[in-house]
């Protein structure tokens, strides 16, 4: 069992300001003038009032990504740029499994934009990296890097629309597991993506 390694109090303030994080940086792509000042005096003084009264955070529900010891001893703080609630870079994910399929559920905003609309490519190509990667995990004992990973744009990835990305393996050879899947939004198919993740060769 890992130990925390800060109060709870600490932990909800580090979410609630990559919460804060997130809000600006879309309120930057969308809003100009008074607008974006308004935005700004208010955010500011929410991250005032919460360092002041932490009775102003809402503490109700434990804190989604507080830093932990892990069982090397090392202190280990979630960075993934995905799924950490405490990275402002990640949107918000719901990640579930359902036997072999790992299916994510997220909404992108502004920052995540290519072209007027849609999400950036690039970007689309992260989520499928990490779908896949958590389907490979579920079925492996060790750790996977992905060493080939091809991304077909098959329609616009809309923003601002739920997005659901699903991930299977499709072939365990040896170190080699290779993996597919796609992004929706609603029933269309918008990305697909397959790959290979390869453990590294086991120490001699
Ligand atoms: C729940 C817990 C949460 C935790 C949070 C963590 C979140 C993390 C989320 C992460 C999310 C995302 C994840 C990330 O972001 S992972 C980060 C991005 N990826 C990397 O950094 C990986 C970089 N590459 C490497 O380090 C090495 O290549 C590794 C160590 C992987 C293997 O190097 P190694 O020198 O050992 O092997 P090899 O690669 O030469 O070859 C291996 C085998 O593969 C065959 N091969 C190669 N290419 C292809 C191909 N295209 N089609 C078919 N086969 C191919 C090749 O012939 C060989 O076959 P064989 O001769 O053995 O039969």
Redesign the pocket.
């Known amino acids: 069992m890992s130990d925390l390694v800060e109060s709870r109090a600490d932990s909800t303030l580090a979410e609630f300001t990559a919460d804060v994080c997130r809000r600006l940086a879309s309120g930057l792509l969308d809003r100009t003038g008074d607008d974006l000042r308004d935005l700004v005096a208010q955010e500011v003084d929410g991250l005032r009032a919460a360092l002041s009264d932490p009775s102003f955070l809402d503490t109700a529900d434990a804190p989604s990504d507080p830093p932990f010891v892990s069982p090397k001893g090392y202190t280990t703080i979630?960075t993934?740029p995905?799924?950490s609630r405490r990275n402002p870079l990640a949107p918000l994910v719901t990640i579930e499994h359902d036997g072999d399929v790992v299916e994510m559920t997220t909404t992108l905003s502004l920052p995540y934009q290519g072209p007027r609309g849609r999400v950036h490519g690039g970007y689309a190509a992260v989520l499928l990296?990490?779908v896949l990667?958590?389907a490979v995990?579920s079925r492996l004992d060790s750790v996977?890097?992905?060493?080939?990973l091809t991304i077909t744009y098959e329609q616009a990835l809309p923003i601002g629309t739920e997005l659901t990305m699903t991930g299977r393996v499709t072939e365990i050879?040896?170190?080699?597991t290779f993996a597919a899947g796609e992004i929706k939004a609603g029933d269309v198919v918008c990305v697909r993506g397959e790959g290979?993740?390869?453990?590294?060769?086991p120490r001699t």
Do not use: A, C, M, Q
């Open positions: 979630n993934n995905v799924t990296d990490h990667w958590h995990r996977s890097f992905t060493r080939s050879d040896g170190r080699k290979l993740w390869v453990s590294p060769r």
